[in-house]
């Protein structure tokens, strides 16, 4: 018990200074190690990969608030920009949970990884662009941009950085205010998502401790030291250049997909 607590605490800190330093949510190492941790502990194999998503999922509603907190502090927090993304990322947050629900467990392993993998490829490759401006923003389609963020987030068990940062880069944002914008959507992917998650899960034979297809114990012992580490990852995080700060994110999410590609071919 101390040993699993451990775990948990230890993945918390982890996920809780990606989430302010990148506003990724921390759901890219969480829940790789939580398909882990799930199968060694004898869950049934068609239920590991979504519940490792949807405990993720809940423990990014709580990171994501003491993140936002500590990047508004700092006013890098585009709020306009969030509200325009907050509505279309709630539908697609749940709309995702439904479509998750119905994939294969060996599949949901393969299109996590693929994902991660191909995202940490094009940070790497693609430059930075200039800071955004008045005339550019309008342009910008938040509609099917958050929705699509929504979706892929809930089925991913992620805050949505992964996605949401290199989109706003390339639209325009500067690294450090994509990064805060990110962390302020996290919230509502996490909340739709995990409600979407409980709900569905519901009626299922589920090991004891979840609701619906969340792990409690986990949820716990994560929560507990990603909040205070969030505030952390958000103050490295405006002390970083914005060149260390891409390759650093582009490193984090090819070893999450790599170590996740291998569990679901082995």
Same mark, same amino acid.
């Given at each position: ?23 990724? /949510? /921390? ?5 790789? +190690? ?7 502990? =004898? ?18 509603? +709580? ?51 693929? +994902? ?25 389609? +938040?509609?099917?941009? /958050? ?38 959507? =996290? ?80």
């Amino acid at each position: 018990m101390l040993e699993e607590l451990a775990l948990y605490l230890g993945f918390g800190c982890l996920a809780g200074l990606l989430s302010g330093l990148m506003g990724i /949510g /921390g759901g890219i190492v969480i829940v790789p +190690f939580l398909v882990w941790h799930f199968t060694q502990r =004898g869950f049934p194999d068609d239920s590991v990969m979504i519940m490792a998503v949807a405990t993720s999922l809940a423990t990014i509603a +709580f990171t994501s608030i003491s993140a936002t907190l500590a990047h508004h502090r700092r006013g890098a927090v585009d709020w306009d920009s969030v509200k325009q993304l907050a509505p279309a990322i709630l539908a697609g947050s749940v709309i995702g949970s439904v479509i998750a629900d119905l994939l294969p467990a060996r599949a949901f392993k393969l299109i996590f990884a693929g +994902f991660l993998l191909y995202a940490a490829l094009r940070m790497l490759l693609k430059p930075v662009s200039a800071p955004a401006n008045e005339e550019f923003a309008t342009t910008r389609p +938040f509609g099917w941009a /958050g929705t699509a963020i929504g979706a892929l987030s809930a089925i991913l068990g992620i805050g949505g950085g992964t996605l949401s940062v290199p989109l706003l880069v390339r639209w325009g944002y500067p690294v450090h205010s994509a990064v805060a914008i990110s962390s302020a959507c =996290g919230f509502p992917i996490a909340v739709a998502g995990t409600a979407t998650y409980i709900a569905l899960g519901w009626n299922n034979t589920l090991p004891g401790g979840s609701l619906g297809y969340v792990y409690l114990p986990a949820l716990a012992g994560i929560m507990l030291t990603s909040v205070p580490f969030a505030p952390l990852g958000a103050h490295l995080a405006h002390r970083l250049s914005t060149q260390r700060l891409r390759i650093l994110l582009a490193m984090v999410v090819g070893l999450s997909g790599g170590k996740l590609l291998w569990q679901a071919i082995t």
